[in-house]
């Protein structure tokens, strides 16, 4: 894989084309402990999710995951799968807009003039986690952090499924004082990390990985929970959930998000705005008797 690249800093690579041109997947049934995955230039990481794990390879890789299979007992090959990076992400990922946002990879220029209140600056690599802030739920998630922060002082976030990074990173731009950034999978934390590097913000945010379940136990100002209906539920359902003072739930269908609203209706909560997106996906900004 060829790159042009310079040196930003230590920690950090600014890439003037994407880093990726194509795409190397392998589908396989089966937990690979983080001991057992490849390594090398031409890996770029496992996404697990439940029982099943995606090992992603800028280059055909038959050879390496034949050896893991032969190698590792309960593993099983289902299907691979070769696309081009924008394919994987659904189009090109470029510069964009989201409200107040310029959400510009690292593979482009950096955005001209300085930032303002009205023009703030997110460098976003999403590497081959879903997150890039183009998804309808994420540019509503971004307005409700906006319509909050400009109106409260939000000094502890919780973002809960984090992705990218994005929500967290937008909470620092608009001044939130510390926020936790959290998902379970570990590629997705990893990502969000460099993210949080890549703007700066490594003394404001903190990124771990682990389940959003087990870290409501300490309240926060804000609770960002953009993230699967069975996971937000049973948040909802915690005793933490009602720490935090304000909350915004996304990621709803519309069917998922009936069931979230009977679910607050028998909380001391209340809903502040809501969003709709193409009568499918739903967003709520919320606060609790905290408030």
């Known amino acids: 894989m060829s790159e042009t690249k310079h040196k930003k800093t230590k920690a950090e690579t600014v890439y003037h084309t994407s880093p990726y041109k194509d795409l190397f997947i392998y589908y396989l049934k089966g937990h690979l402990p983080y001991n057992t995955l490849p390594s090398g230039a031409d890996f770029i990481g496992n996404w697990e999710e439940d029982e099943f794990s995606f090992l992603f390879f800028t280059r055909p890789s038959d050879f390496i995951v034949e050896n893991m299979l032969n190698k590792l007992s309960g593993l099983k090959l289902i299907d691979k799968y070769n696309m081009t990076y924008e394919d994987w992400h659904g189009g090109k990922i470029t510069s964009f807009h989201a409200g107040r946002f310029l959400i510009t990879p690292p593979w482009e220029d950096e955005p001209q003039g300085k930032e303002s209140p009205k023009n703030l600056h997110i460098r976003l690599d999403p590497g081959v986690v879903f997150g890039t802030g183009t998804h309808p739920t994420t540019n509503d998630c971004l307005e409700a952090l906006v319509s909050l922060c400009y109106g409260e002082k939000i ?137």
């Open 155 to 291: 000094n502890t976030v919780l973002d809960l499924g984090t992705g990218t990074g994005l929500l967290a990173i937008a909470a620092a731009k608009l001044q939130c004082g510390f926020t936790l950034a959290v998902d379970f999978n570990f590629l997705a934390a990893r990502t969000a990390l460099k993210n949080v590097k890549q703007n700066g913000l490594e003394k404001n945010i903190i990124v771990v990985q682990g389940r959003a379940e087990e870290l409501l136990d300490k309240p926060a100002d804000l609770m960002i929970s953009n993230i699967h209906f069975d996971v937000m539920k049973n948040l909802i359902n915690t005793k933490g959930f009602l720490n935090n003072r304000f909350f915004i739930l996304s990621g709803l269908l519309r069917s998922e998000a009936g069931d979230v609203m009977d679910q607050l209706n028998r909380l001391p909560v209340k809903i502040l705005n809501t969003w709709e997106r193409d009568g499918i996906w739903h967003t709520f900004l919320g606060k609790t008797d905290n408030t």
